[in-house]
């Protein structure tokens, strides 16, 4: 089974703390996904990766960044983080070509006070 | 561009009732894959269905079945004598196919909610 794990469920920040979300895969995954989650929108793509080092913008990017060192791994950066990024942030990942479903990690509910 | 949309926001049932979840979806692709995930009140977002643009026929998996309609452009689901497990968040979603990147479009999802 796919295993994606994240750091923490639980995360509560002052604003303008510099944030980190971390992301962890088990499958060899090469794509990597961050999209936060907040009542009445939906999921909304922050960032993806299609290999370690590579990163392309999602739908909303502002105030966040990322990182992929290794193929394992996709880090979710919040750089001085602010109130309206109270929300609760997925990771997912997803395998090259196949089937294209992807896989959540179980979220990381983060409140920034 | 890509849209997915799940006009319902929340719905309400009794348990062993039958319930339906509607999406529509727009896309000017003609090969995509569509999608169902169900969020339970854990968090974790779990995979149910995949369904590609070529394959209109129904599916049935136990309490849940799917409807494929490319003419209404919509994949609606439904769970037969629904049950208090069944009470989650469930998105629709839409991939183009072909695509590497595998970027799934989400709709804002649909609230379930059985009572016992």
């Known amino acids: 089974d796919v295993k994606v794990t994240q750091s923490s469920r639980y995360l509560v920040k002052r604003t303008g703390e510099k944030v980190f979300l971390e992301c962890v895969q088990d499958m060899d995954h090469e794509n990597m996904f961050w999209y936060r989650q907040d009542p009445g929108l939906g999921l909304r793509l922050i960032y993806f990766s299609y290999d370690v080092k590579m990163k392309e913008k999602g739908d909303i990017p502002e105030g966040y960044s990322v990182s992929r060192e290794k193929k394992e791994r996709f880090s979710l950066i919040l750089e001085s983080a602010s109130t309206n990024q109270t929300s609760m942030y997925l990771c997912?990942?997803?395998?090259?070509?196949?089937?294209?479903?992807?896989?959540f990690g179980p979220g990381t509910r983060l409140t920034v006070t | 561009a890509q849209k997915v949309t799940q006009a319902q926001t929340e719905i309400s049932v009794v348990e062993k009732e039958d319930v339906t979840l509607d999406c529509v979806y727009e896309t000017r692709d003609t090969t995509y894959y569509l999608f169902w995930y169900k969020q339970p009140p854990s968090g974790e977002l779990v995979f149910l269905i995949r369904r590609n643009s070529f394959d209109e026929q129904n599916e049935i998996s136990g309490r849940y079945s799917w409807n494929f309609q490319k003419s209404t452009s919509s994949f609606n689901f439904t769970i037969t004598a629904s049950q208090v497990v069944d009470s989650a968040v469930y998105f629709c979603a839409l991939n183009r196919r072909g695509s590497t990147l595998g970027r799934l479009y989400f709709g804002r999802g649909t609230q379930l909610t059985v009572w016992p």
């Open positions: 997912a990942s997803r395998g090259q070509g196949g089937s294209y479903e992807q896989y």
